[in-house]
């Protein structure tokens, strides 16, 4: 077996995450505009939520315990059938790995993200990413997804490790 390859860790961005799908943020680079009475700004439009017509969009929380670092990345997974949105509901940073849509992933192909606790992302339908990563702490994540029938998570275990390392950024 080869020896694990250590992986480089960026912040999250919307530019540097575009490959992969949506970074979900009030930010004033997004369209935004005040609402009721301009007592609210609403941000507006931030993710495309895909589902097949097979299937419909659900919201859920998902409860992650905290991963320690160094850690393997062993596995990968994908959903051919529907987007995947992660927003934080605790303000904690989390990590976010991910690789190109295809049927063929490696090692090498792997970004792995920090996202700061008011930053969410959307997979896009078909990108491998690694289940969720929440650092610290328990954290809740609210989550957009795709339900209906058929198959719609793909997992493939990498051939060669890859390692996050400590310190983060």
């Not at 250590?6 to 970074?23: C, S």
């Amino acid at each position: 077996m080869s020896e694990p390859l250590p992986l480089t860790v960026e912040w999250l961005t919307a530019e540097a995450f575009a490959p992969f799908g949506d970074v979900i943020e009030a930010s004033g680079a997004e369209r935004h505009f005040p609402i009721n009475g301009g007592n609210t700004e609403r941000y507006h439009d931030l993710m495309k939520i895909e589902v097949d017509n097979d299937g419909h969009p659900i919201v859920s929380i998902f409860r992650g315990l905290p991963r320690k670092l160094p850690f393997a990345v062993t596995m990968l997974e994908r959903h051919p059938k529907g987007s995947q949105a992660f927003m934080p509901l605790n303000g904690r940073q989390y990590l976010v790995v991910v690789a190109p849509r295809g049927e063929a992933v490696t090692v090498t192909d792997i970004r792995v993200f920090l996202a700061h606790g008011s930053q969410g992302v959307n997979y896009a339908a078909g990108t491998w990413h690694h289940p969720l990563l929440a650092l610290d702490e328990t954290s809740d994540f609210l989550v957009i997804d795709r339900a209906g029938p058929g198959n719609n998570c793909d997992e493939i275990t990498l051939a060669r490790v890859g390692v996050i390392p400590l310190p983060l950024p």
